[in-house]
């Protein structure tokens, strides 16, 4: 285990992992899907369906949400009970099979304290995130690892109030852990109790009445929202329209801070629209700032599930895709789909939209999901699982030479994840490549694992993480890690991207498994040489080599020194000398050294 560093805006802090503390396997629970005790309001049983060669004659939209949905409403018997109930299975699950969705009908809660686990996500059905009013506690802790939050991954809250008990409540993640549409009547304490190890994390669309604190989080992005103060930063901390950020001050303090994001469109949710649920999509925003909901309620469309394909366990691909052909949009229940044939989306303005982190594992090579290059298609709320069978790409948006334009009505990819190995060995040659233009990428974390079952050099292969040919296409809030070559390589003019955290792989055997021609190793982010214009802002780039620490690379971001390529506040560190850096981009930046994880950085380039 490296040293890690200390929290420079807190001497009083505990020590900091400089990222997660080992690559070590973490057992999982594995959870069933049988209903627990109080949660009886959506438990209606459901018909899997069939395997076969041919789907039924038409697919049915609306129905029950299935046994992994509990809603509870005011009125429920055993709250608590039943949120313990959850997290006791969950709580150390890294790798485990459960999936559950929580989800409250407006009204008033008291005296709750919603501890969440892997692959949980915590909800209001109301239109806004004042119509559910909970006085206690969503809390994410770390007393499963030791008060070490790195690995607090896959867990989700979203679209409610929160009056916390001791006035700050506690969401210390790490990555794919998004907290969107949460109103915090008090304060947010994004660190494990006792401020240990934390690197996270994502805020959208939320208003936090109090200030939010850090303390050990070395990365952190936040987009469009109302918070009373930031207390301190690690390494990096990016805003982007922001009502009460700090000021611009990289890289002392560690704040990279737009006034505004340049387009945004908020992820749709699950609410009930008179009693009846509905899918609420939200509208396009351009140079956005605050929440979407300050002026009551967000703008958008509501779109009656009847128009939605129910997904759950059993379901098969060619049912899936039949229902797209219909006209329907899908909504996936928690749980675990092996499809055999890559689901696709053809229709402007589908909406493909999960809830409790179904995971989707692509079975014989096939690629899981991919888009035609149509408008409006929304991506959000899904894990992309590789199977043992390599596949070429895991999502795909838009086909190769996809050429349309989409500016006034983009598809949005939002809490899509993607993972390489961890649950068991799997490959993919490329995780996600982005052709059609104006796409719009906000949060995903693209992992190939580095702990877990099935990890190897070669044993969960995954050469690229995002690769970007459309043009004009925004990421705001990317989080890509560990690939055996570019995490990151953008090919589309006029791409921009708002927050990027990276890890290199830990596990290149050597110097030699990682040239690149004459370079010595992958950069973290690459442009490639015909792009005339980019733009990113807070970016940052870590290396690790446990298994040859005297491997060096040239440097975490590469790019073509042109006019129209710029780079504001980038940084590379090396965690406790497990490698180095020769530069932070190309070669401008000082080189890393030693033993003492201190961020070499770059305000602007060129």
């Known amino acids: 285990m490296q ?41 209606a049983p459901h018909k899997r369906a069939k395997h076969g060669k041919k789907a039924a004659a038409a697919v049915a939209g609306g129905g029950d949400l299935g046994p992994n949905v509990i809603v509870f409403d005011p009125s429920t018997q055993g709250i608590q009970s039943t949120l313990d109930s959850v997290f006791s299975k969950q709580e150390s699950a890294q790798f485990g099979t459960g999936r559950y969705a929580l989800l409250f009908k407006p009204g008033t809660y008291n005296g709750l304290n919603a501890q969440l686990g892997f692959y949980t996500s915590i909800a209001g059905l109301g239109r806004n995130p004042d119509d559910v009013q909970i006085n206690g506690d969503v809390t994410v802790d770390a007393g499963w690892f030791n008060g070490n939050a790195t690995q607090n991954f896959w867990r989700s809250a979203e679209n409610m109030a929160l009056t916390p008990v001791s006035g700050t409540d506690r969401w210390a993640v790490a990555q794919a852990a998004p907290f969107r549409r949460m109103h ?21 669309d939320s208003r936090v009445d109090g200030t939010i604190s850090p303390y050990s989080q070395q990365q952190w992005y936040t987009r469009e929202s109302q918070i009373g103060g930031w207390g301190n930063g690690v390494w990096n901390m990016v805003f982007s329209g922001v009502v009460g950020a700090p000021a ?9 801070t737009l006034d505004t994001t340049p387009v945004s469109r908020e992820k749709p949710y699950l609410y009930l629209d008179g009693g009846d649920y509905a899918v ?20 958008g469309t509501s779109v009656p599930l009847s128009q939605f394909y129910v997904v759950k366990e059993g379901a098969t691909a060619a049912t899936i895709n039949q229902a797209l052909s219909q006209g329907l949009n899908l909504l996936f229940t928690p749980g675990i789909y092996h499809v055999d044939q890559t689901i696709n989306v053809t229709r402007a303005n589908t909406v493909v939209l999960g809830i ?6 692509p079975d ?42 989409h500016g006034s009505n983009p598809t949005t990819v939002q809490d899509v994840f993607v993972r390489i190995g961890g649950a068991g060995a799997g490959k993919a040659t490329t995780s996600m490549e982005i052709n059609s233009h104006d796409t719009i990428i906000d949060h995903t974390w693209i992992w190939r694992a580095d702990h877990g079952a099935g990890v190897g050099w070669d044993t969960n292969r995954a050469d690229y993480g995002l690769r970007v040919n459309g043009a004009n296409v925004l990421a705001t809030g990317l989080f890509v890690e560990h690939f055996n070559k570019y995490c990151v390589e953008w090919s589309g003019n006029g791409g921009r991207t708002i927050f990027f955290q990276n890890e290199l792989a830990y596990d290149a055997p050597n110097q030699a498994a990682i040239q690149n021609g004459s370079t010595a190793g992958y950069a973290a982010y690459k442009v490639d040489d015909a792009v005339s214009t980019h733009e990113a802002w807070g970016l940052g780039s870590y290396c690790n080599f446990t298994s040859d620490p005297s491997i060096r690379v040239d440097h975490g971001f590469e790019a073509p020194q042109k006019p129209g390529v710029k780079f504001h506040d980038l940084l590379v560190i090396s965690l406790g000398g497990m490698g180095q850096y020769n530069h932070v981009i190309n070669s401008t930046g000082s080189g890393t050294s030693g033993t003492s994880t201190t961020p070499s950085n770059v305000v602007s380039y060129p």
């Open 280 to 299: 609420f999509v939200p509208s396009l925003r351009t140079n956005a700032r605050g929440v979407s909901w300050a002026n009551g309620s967000t703008p």
């Open 356 to 361: 409790g982190y179904p995971t989707i594992i």
């Open 248 to 256: 611009q001050g990289f890289p002392n303090p560690v704040y990279t």
């Open 184 to 204: 915090i009547k008090g304060g947010l304490n994004l660190a494990p109790n006792g401020y240990g190890w934390a690197s996270g994390g994502y805020i959208a």
């Open 3 to 43: 040293q890690p560093p200390r929290d420079p805006a807190r001497q009083d802090a505990s020590p900091q992992l400089s990222r997660r503390a080992f690559a070590g396997a973490v057992a999982g629970a594995v959870i069933g899907s049988a209903l627990l005790p109080a949660a009886t309001a959506n438990a």
């Open 364 to 405: 014989n090579g096939v690629t899981a999901l991919q888009t035609a290059d149509v408008d409006g298609i929304r991506l959000a709320g899904l894990l992309l699982d590789a199977g043992t069978t390599n596949s070429p790409y895991l999502l795909r948006v838009g086909p190769s030479g996809a050429s349309a334009g």
